[in-house]
């Protein structure tokens, strides 16, 4: 897996979009970067996967830059349910072994 | 409804008392695998599987063992609880491998472990 380091926490205020940075500089050319968020202690949940286009489904857009070395999640209208842990990966497609990080503790403030 | 079951969700027990935590899925994915997640360290992975009878290790793997006997099911068994094993666990899986595509990970809710 390519190494991905996301920031411990951050703030937003509802309504407002939530950008979520993620580094993964080590990543190869063939490794998607895939999004998943935790709310309290639920299981993760998928939230988005890219290769080097960006994405939109409908819970959020993945930036992914040129050179492939960081992205961005971007929740464009936060609301007080999106306050949960995000974790970004960037997974070998043939491997089994995931490293997660401790992920972006993301606080939606009213 | 497509899921991924754990169980027990709950189970305080005692130092050295084997237990085994199920898991369970109906999606007839080949990948499953178990993590550990703690306060202050994230999700950990403790083993996986690719596929029936195939399993390795994660990154924790040590007082774990897993099977991997049928496709649906991939029990993690503690075969001698110790304290520092006291965690909450999830369970997940995926289907097999499209091409250049690790795939979307369905995990389950999760199974709270007291070692006393």
């Known amino acids: 897996d390519a190494k991905t380091t996301q920031p411990p926490s951050m703030d937003c205020a509802e309504g407002r979009a939530a950008n979520l940075p993620c580094n993964h500089s080590?990543?190869?050319?063939?490794?998607?970067v895939y999004w998943y968020r935790q709310i309290h202690s639920q299981g993760p949940q998928y939230i988005i996967h890219?290769?080097?286009n960006n994405e939109t489904n409908e819970m959020a857009s993945l930036i992914i830059t040129e050179d492939r070395k960081s992205s961005t999640l971007i929740l464009p209208h936060a609301t007080l349910r999106d306050t949960a842990v995000y974790y970004c990966?960037?997974?070998?497609?043939?491997?089994?072994?995931?490293?997660f990080g401790q992920g972006t503790e993301l606080s939606v403030k009213p | 409804e497509a899921q991924v079951t754990q169980n027990p969700r709950y189970l305080i027990t005692v130092t050295g008392k084997k237990l085994t935590v199920t898991c369970s899925q109906n999606?007839?994915?080949?990948?499953m695998s178990w993590y550990r997640q703690d306060p202050g360290l994230g999700l950990r992975q403790i083993y996986y599987?690719?596929?029936?009878?195939?399993?390795d290790k994660g990154d924790v793997p040590e007082g774990y063992k897993v099977s991997r006997k049928e496709k649906r099911n991939f029990p993690l068994i503690l075969e001698s609880p110790s304290p520092n094993q006291t965690s909450l666990y999830f369970c997940?899986?995926?289907?097999?491998?499209?091409?250049?595509?690790?795939?979307?990970?369905?995990f389950g809710e999760g199974s709270r472990l007291t070692v006393l």
């Open positions: 997940a899986s995926r289907r097999g491998r499209a091409s250049g595509l690790f795939g979307e990970l369905f």
């Open positions: 080590t990543i190869s050319g063939n490794e998607y």
């Open positions: 890219g290769l080097k």
């Open positions: 990966i960037a997974p070998k497609p043939q491997g089994g072994k995931l490293i």
């Open positions: 999606m007839n994915h080949e990948y």
């Open positions: 599987s690719m596929n029936v009878e195939v399993t």
